[in-house]
C-alpha cells in the first residue's frame, strides 16, 4: 500500500531536549516536505526537499533542520524544542514539483512542556 | 506575496442542502490549484487538481472549478460523511504550496 509514515503519531517532551520525527514514503516520490498546522494558521510549510541531499526552507524554518540522505526518508530534527514548536506537524510527499500532489502522513502531535 | 483565503470559515448544511466553498487567491504564475480534504486527527486527503482556467473536476458529489482569480467547490446533495474540513492550496512557478485556513463543512442529517 502506498503510503507516507510519520513516527511518533504522539510526543510529549520538554524544553531543550533534542527530538527527532521520521517520515518515510514507500513510493519511490522525489519531493518531500514537512508542515505544521496550527489553529487559525492552517498548514505552513518548514522545510522541503526536492531530492537526495536537495534541501531548502519553507515559509516556517527557524527552530527545525532536515536532511535527506535516502529517498524515501526524510527526517525532521528539533535541536532545542521551545513551547512554540508544540503543533500538529505532517510530512508530505509527492511525485514530483512539477504536478505536486502531494500525499500526507497522518500527523505527529507534539507538546513542549 | 502570494496569498490563499478561504470562505467561508465554517458552513453548516442540511443533508442533500447544495453549497459552495470559495477560495479566492492572488499567484504569480499559477503552477496549479488544489483541493484537498482533511478529517479531524488525519492528514489532508488530495481531492483535485485545476491548471488552468475554466477547468472543471468531478468527482461523486463533489465539484471544483477555476477562474482566474477564484476557484469554487460544489458540493451537490451532501451526506453527513462529506463533513470536514476542505483545504485549497496553490502552487506558483516555485516548488511550495501555499495553502488556505480551510473552510470546516458540518452536514448534519
Known amino acids: 500500500e502506498a503510503q507516507v509514515t510519520q513516527n511518533p503519531r504522539y510526543l510529549i517532551t520538554v524544553t531543550g531536549k533534542k527530538l527527532t520525527v521520521t517520515c518515510s514514503q514507500n513510493?519511490?516520490?522525489?519531493?518531500m516536505s514537512w508542515y505544521r498546522q496550527d489553529p487559525g494558521l492552517g498548514l505552513r510549510q518548514i522545510y522541503y526537499?526536492?531530492?537526495?541531499?536537495?534541501?531548502d526552507k519553507g515559509d516556517v524554518p527557524e527552530g527545525y533542520k532536515v536532511s535527506r540522505k535516502e529517498k524515501r526518508n526524510f527526517p525532521l530534527i528539533l535541536e532545542s524544542p521551545s513551547p512554540n514548536q508544540t503543533s500538529l506537524y505532517f510530512c508530505?510527499?509527492?511525485?514530483?514539483?512539477?504536478?505536486?500532489?502531494?500525499?500526507f502522513g497522518a500527523g505527529t502531535r507534539l507538546s513542549v512542556l | 506575496e502570494d496569498q490563499v483565503t478561504q470562505s467561508p470559515e465554517a458552513l453548516r448544511l442540511q443533508e442533500g442542502e447544495s453549497s459552495s466553498l470559495n477560495c479566492s487567491y492572488t499567484v504569480s504564475g499559477l503552477r496549479g490549484l488544489f483541493w484537498y480534504r482533511q478529517d479531524p486527527g488525519k492528514g489532508p486527503e488530495f481531492l483535485f487538481t485545476l491548471y488552468s482556467a475554466g477547468e472543471e473536476k468531478e468527482k461523486e458529489r463533489l465539484k471544483a472549478t477555476l477562474t482566474k482569480k477564484e476557484s469554487f467547490l460544489h458540493i451537490t446533495a451532501p451526506k453527513p460523511e462529506d463533513s470536514a474540513t476542505y483545504l485549497c492550496?496553490?502552487?506558483?512557478?516555485?516548488?511550495?504550496?501555499?495553502f488556505g485556513k480551510g473552510t470546516s463543512l458540518l452536514v448534519t442529517p
Open positions: 508530505a510527499s509527492s511525485l514530483g514539483v512539477t504536478k505536486n500532489i502531494q500525499y
Open positions: 513510493m519511490n516520490h522525489e519531493y
Open positions: 526537499s526536492m531530492n537526495v541531499e536537495v534541501t
Open positions: 492550496a496553490v502552487q506558483n512557478s516555485g516548488y511550495a504550496l501555499n
